[in-house]
């Protein structure tokens, strides 16, 4: 094995990542910048969830009832920085150097080496998607897609660049033999992107995708700060994954 790097003070972000790539999953720990990681085990997967509150009695659900299904899927309330997960997606900005938000909370807990990366790939188009490694975060690589920024109601122009972070962040996630991935809430913070039809965007896009892909992922995480996100999901959630 290649001489131990210390990430906390390491300038040298491929030295560093080819480090962590041999490393066990148990090795890895030790540059986790948190102690306090949470696992994907620890994650229920939707099966196993609980619909807090009335599900969206709007409209009946033309998806089938698929207990497999709901098993590739979670929702979890927490901060996406300490999951132990294949890859975590970043909300990021074009230029891809940290900002607010989920960015900077990325590009702080990953540390510095993650921003040099990053300067490498130059910069991400509105609805493309591209992977870093995660350095000291307990992801092992970081999807950098730039949602669409839609102050009020979104155009279809807009709603298919949301859907894009979502599917080129899944591309990604095949290409690179990923097996969980966990999303932020992508646009809806200072990008403007009304929740309410963000999730509806998102969930249309992993249970399709799911229905052609499942058998090459074990979970796809969605990732939720704000308890109204939370109720947000947990209310639409049913119609996209019925339970049996």
Not at 31 to 58: M, N, Q, R, T
Not at 78 to 105: H, Q
Not at 139 to 151: F, N, S
Not at 160 to 171: F, M, T
Request: net charge positive; charged share 30%; aromatic share 8%.
């Amino acid at each position: 094995m290649a001489a131990k790097v210390d990430l906390k003070f390491s300038t040298d972000w491929k030295e560093a990542k080819a480090y962590l790539k041999a490393l066990t999953d148990k090795q890895r720990e030790e540059h986790y910048f948190c102690p306090d990681f949470v696992s994907l085990k620890k994650i229920p997967p939707w099966k196993d969830g609980e619909a807090k509150g009335a599900p969206d009695k709007e409209k009946e659900s033309h998806y089938k009832p698929d207990k497999a299904l709901n098993e590739k899927l979670s929702l979890f309330r927490g901060d996406i920085t300490k999951l132990e997960v294949d890859a975590i997606v970043n909300a990021a900005n074009s230029s891809l150097m940290g900002g607010g938000g989920v960015d900077g909370c990325i590009h702080r807990a990953a540390g510095p080496l993650l921003k040099e990366e990053c300067r490498t790939l130059h910069h991400c188009e509105t609805g493309k998607a591209k992977i870093t490694g995660g350095y000291r975060l307990p992801a092992k690589y970081v999807i950098h897609t730039v949602g669409p920024i839609a102050q009020g109601n979104p155009s279809p122009a807009q709603v298919q660049e949301l859907r894009n972070c979502y599917l080129n962040s899944l591309q990604l996630v095949l290409d690179n033999s990923l097996r969980s991935v966990a999303f932020p809430c992508i646009s809806t913070g200072v990008f403007g992107y009304p929740s309410e039809a963000a999730a509806e965007v998102v969930l249309s896009t992993l249970r399709e995708w799911l229905e052609e892909h499942r058998d090459k992922v074990d979970r796809l995480v969605i990732c939720v700060f704000l308890e109204k996100d939370e109720k947000i999901y947990r209310k639409r959630l049913p119609y996209f994954f019925p339970m049996a």
